[in-house]
């Protein structure tokens, strides 16, 4: 008896998040990416899409919903499980960031705020946090866009959604510098401060963990090397049981005082090590060239 043909799984991208968040970019990033893109679309909506889609042999599609639906913003959840229903692989991509950095985004753009009204900026902010609660919460990729460049969240898309291969974690690695704040969408966060800081060794203060002479001074030291055996084996250990929770993408921060030598170097050389056991890994280092 021949075997019956493969269905190949239809997969959508839910882009949501706050006004100001990066939406805008991450929906450009996407297309880039060879995604099929679609902005506002109304919630219901979404199971003829599907179909549609399928139809014309699109596969992956990534769709943008927010509060601009109004209403219908409610019906949301309703219409991803009907997609799930359908055999869809759904993943919802949240954005967000702090309230002045929304308030500093949106008055360089001069445009009001969808919950806005004829109210201050803050306010409308306040109400839409309220209202995208619930969607925060059940989201499967949170990423604070606070403190990343356009280009850095392009990346962290890219990171997440540019291949097609889902068999093992996909990790990305961010270094950087406690005295600039912790990643808040950090899943694991390793502090290296107890390494000796090379920004006191003249010859090396003014290079970087990218240059040879740092990070053969940080990888050197004994301490490193056994965090390193810790941390790919922390990595070892939690890999199995985040794909059995449906969790394939993983935001591991690696810190230092200021996020140039030691977290640099360390992230660096992690990452070699984690590919060397089979993981898709991406680097970035946020607080390299800051003051």
Not at 99 to 107: A, S
Not at 185 to 209: H, M, Q, S, Y
Request: hydrophobic fraction near 40%.
């Amino acid at each position: 008896m021949a075997a019956a043909p493969t269905v190949e799984v239809q997969r959508f991208v839910i882009v949501t998040g706050m006004s100001g968040a990066g939406r805008r970019t991450a929906a450009h990033t996407m297309e880039d990416l060879g995604w099929y893109v679609i902005d506002n679309l109304p919630p219901m909506m979404l199971p003829e899409l599907a179909q549609q889609m399928r139809a014309v042999g699109e596969l992956r599609v990534a769709v943008v919903l927010d509060v601009r639906s109004r209403v219908q913003f409610e019906q949301i959840p309703v219409a991803l499980e009907a997609l799930r229903a359908r055999g869809c692989e759904v993943t919802v991509l949240y954005l967000e960031a702090t309230d002045d950095i929304i308030v500093q985004r949106q008055e360089s753009s001069r445009r009001p705020l969808p919950m806005q009204g004829d109210d201050r900026l803050v306010d409308g902010i306040t109400r839409e946090r309220r209202l995208m609660a619930d969607m925060r919460a059940s989201a499967d990729i949170v990423v604070d866009t606070s403190r990343l460049s356009a280009r850095q969240l392009a990346q962290r898309i890219s990171n997440h959604f540019g291949s097609e291969e889902t068999d093992n974690l996909r990790i990305s690695l961010i270094s950087f510098g406690f005295k600039n704040g912790v990643p808040v969408d950090a899943d694991i966060v390793f502090d290296v401060r107890f390494l000796p800081n090379p920004f006191w060794v003249p010859e090396l203060r003014p290079k970087t963990g990218l240059s040879k002479d740092v990070a053969d001074y940080v990888l050197g030291q004994e301490a490193a090397g056994q965090f390193q055996e810790n941390m790919v084996g922390l990595v070892r250990t939690v890999a199995p049981g985040y794909l059995v929770e449906g969790k394939r993408q993983v935001t591991i921060a690696v810190g230092c005082t200021g996020g140039k030598h030691r977290s640099t170097s360390m992230s660096e050389e992690l990452a070699t090590r984690l590919r060397e056991e089979g993981f898709a890994v991406s680097v970035l280092h946020r607080d390299l060239g800051k003051e």
